[in-house]
């Protein structure tokens, strides 16, 4: 059987049923019930809609694949979560006791909210949802989905690791999407090779991959086995962990953050970047991306609805050309002004998080490493000389992308 992780939670408005649970409209006609989700009711026997008895117009539907996706989640005796920001449980509670599903157990039909195990609605963050479900449970973030309608809940993935499946253009949560998410957590758990502490001997074959500049309290972090959590930093590719080829620009990003987010006094460090696991990060799916401002975003602009959707869009476009999450992306870099380096574009890799969760040992180097390291030449491993080693597609739009820069890679 193939593996399964341990909790799926699922949405509830647009996700498990279309339409808007708003308590604050329900119960609002002639003759109403008190509370008002006993206004809630089945519309002319439907196993699928339900409606308001005072306002007709207000309706909400079960997706069709949902009772179904419910039976298989039950059947792999994963536990399922409930996780919604919906302002009224009561509602929601009492929405999905009329909606049934089959009880794998004794294949017998039940209310949903009969099997599920934690109900965590409440209006916070999916993140504040997901940290109290771990506290309870003690499974790893990354034996958990998400499956949500609201690309703004990925912050799930980028701060903690949770496996996210966006469900796009109201279409709810299908079995499609559903295979979907679990396809991606499957790939994700293939690749993973648990935190060991900090001393490169405890892994069997870990693989140098470059260099990165960070602010201490993110270095805190990863030295811990934990998340990396900053959100403040530029970072078009979206939040994640960026890579370079080479000592010298690592060293000049340690200083360039300071003044982009962390202020003149914050400590910075250099650190080494490496796999925990070189067969396994081989297997990891990569991709060398055109620098092109359309599959970029700006974090620091303010609009989380936009920085979301564009990450969502940047991983559809990546599994347009053949290659689907967890993927580590590369990408060549317009020079900035006081680089140390030539007047050239350079490289960069990107590590989103579930990925350097899953794999990657980050080591702070002293200033004096640092300087002995650009002293020998500064790069030790050249990635656009890894393209074929390292297994990373590089699709035609890529390759057009170099030729117009002149330049011979891929």
Same mark, same amino acid.
């Given at each position: 059987m193939s593996p399964y992780p341990k909790l799926i939670a699922l949405d509830t408005d647009w996700t498990i049923f279309w339409g808007w649970l708003d308590v604050n409209k329900i119960g609002k006609?002639?003759?109403? $019930? +008190?509370?008002?989700?006993? &206004?809630?009711?089945?519309?002319?026997?439907?196993?699928?809609?339900?409606? *308001?008895r005072t306002n007709h117009q207000e309706r909400w539907g079960m997706y069709g694949d949902v009772p179904k996706i419910i039976y298989d989640i039950l059947k792999h005796d994963a536990k399922l979560a409930i996780v919604s920001r919906n302002k009224s449980k009561a509602a929601? =509670?009492?929405?999905?006791?009329?909606?049934?599903?089959? =009880?794998?157990?004794? &294949?017998k039909r039940k209310p949903i909210i009969q099997m599920v195990e934690f109900n965590e609605v409440y209006d916070e *963050? @999916? #993140? /504040? $949802?997901? @940290? !109290?479900? @771990?506290?309870?449970?003690? %499974? %790893?973030?990354?034996?958990?989905?998400?499956?949500? +309608?609201?690309? #703004?809940?990925?912050?799930?993935?980028?701060?903690?690791?949770?496996?996210?499946? /966006?469900?796009? =253009?109201?279409?709810?949560? #299908?079995?499609?999407?559903?295979?979907?998410?679990?396809?991606?957590?499957?790939r994700l758990h293939a690749i993973r090779s648990p935190y060991q502490g900090q001393n490169?001997?405890?892994?069997? +074959?870990?693989?140098?991959?470059?260099?990165?500049g960070m602010d201490e309290g993110t270095v805190n972090l990863l030295t811990q086995g934990k998340n990396r959590a900053d959100l403040k930093e530029a970072a078009r590719w979206g939040y994640a962990m960026y890579v370079a080829d080479d000592a010298r620009i690592a060293k000049y990003f340690a200083n360039w953050i300071k003044s982009n987010a962390f202020g003149a006094n914050a400590r910075t460090h250099v650190c080494e970047l490496w796999a925990r696991d070189r067969k396994k990060f081989l297997a990891t799916n990569k991709i060398w991306v055109p620098e092109d401002g359309t599959m970029m975003t700006n974090v620091q602009g303010g609009d989380k609805f936009k920085i979301a959707w564009d990450q969502e869009n940047r991983d559809a476009k990546v599994a347009e050309w053949g290659v689907k999450m967890p993927y580590i992306l590369f990408s060549r870099h317009f020079y900035m002004g006081g680089m140390p380096i030539a007047q050239t574009r350079w490289n960069e890799m990107v590590v989103y998080t579930h990925v350097q969760d899953a794999l990657i040992l980050t080591i702070p180097l002293t200033d004096q490493q640092v300087d002995e390291k650009i002293a020998r030449g500064g790069r030790f491993?050249?990635?656009?000389?890894?393209?074929?080693?390292? !297994?990373?597609?590089?699709? /035609?739009? #890529?390759?057009?992308?170099?030729? &117009? $820069?002149?330049? &011979?890679?891929?």
């Amino acid at each position: 059987m193939s593996p399964y992780p341990k909790l799926i939670a699922l949405d509830t408005d647009w996700t498990i049923f279309w339409g808007w649970l708003d308590v604050n409209k329900i119960g609002k006609g002639p003759n109403a $019930h +008190d509370p008002a989700e006993d &206004n809630i009711e089945r519309e002319n026997g439907s196993e699928w809609v339900l409606r *308001d008895r005072t306002n007709h117009q207000e309706r909400w539907g079960m997706y069709g694949d949902v009772p179904k996706i419910i039976y298989d989640i039950l059947k792999h005796d994963a536990k399922l979560a409930i996780v919604s920001r919906n302002k009224s449980k009561a509602a929601c =509670d009492r929405a999905l006791w009329w909606w049934n599903a089959t =009880d794998p157990k004794d &294949n017998k039909r039940k209310p949903i909210i009969q099997m599920v195990e934690f109900n965590e609605v409440y209006d916070e *963050d @999916k #993140t /504040v $949802h997901m @940290k !109290n479900i @771990k506290g309870w449970t003690n %499974h %790893h973030y990354a034996d958990m989905i998400l499956f949500d +309608d609201e690309a #703004t809940n990925n912050l799930v993935r980028v701060e903690q690791g949770v496996v996210f499946q /966006v469900s796009r =253009d109201q279409k709810g949560l #299908t079995w499609e999407n559903y295979q979907q998410g679990l396809d991606q957590w499957r790939r994700l758990h293939a690749i993973r090779s648990p935190y060991q502490g900090q001393n490169l001997k405890s892994y069997s +074959d870990p693989m140098f991959i470059g260099f990165a500049g960070m602010d201490e309290g993110t270095v805190n972090l990863l030295t811990q086995g934990k998340n990396r959590a900053d959100l403040k930093e530029a970072a078009r590719w979206g939040y994640a962990m960026y890579v370079a080829d080479d000592a010298r620009i690592a060293k000049y990003f340690a200083n360039w953050i300071k003044s982009n987010a962390f202020g003149a006094n914050a400590r910075t460090h250099v650190c080494e970047l490496w796999a925990r696991d070189r067969k396994k990060f081989l297997a990891t799916n990569k991709i060398w991306v055109p620098e092109d401002g359309t599959m970029m975003t700006n974090v620091q602009g303010g609009d989380k609805f936009k920085i979301a959707w564009d990450q969502e869009n940047r991983d559809a476009k990546v599994a347009e050309w053949g290659v689907k999450m967890p993927y580590i992306l590369f990408s060549r870099h317009f020079y900035m002004g006081g680089m140390p380096i030539a007047q050239t574009r350079w490289n960069e890799m990107v590590v989103y998080t579930h990925v350097q969760d899953a794999l990657i040992l980050t080591i702070p180097l002293t200033d004096q490493q640092v300087d002995e390291k650009i002293a020998r030449g500064g790069r030790f491993v050249k990635f656009e000389e890894q393209i074929s080693n390292w !297994n990373i597609k590089v699709p /035609v739009a #890529t390759k057009v992308d170099f030729r &117009n $820069h002149r330049e &011979n890679i891929g």
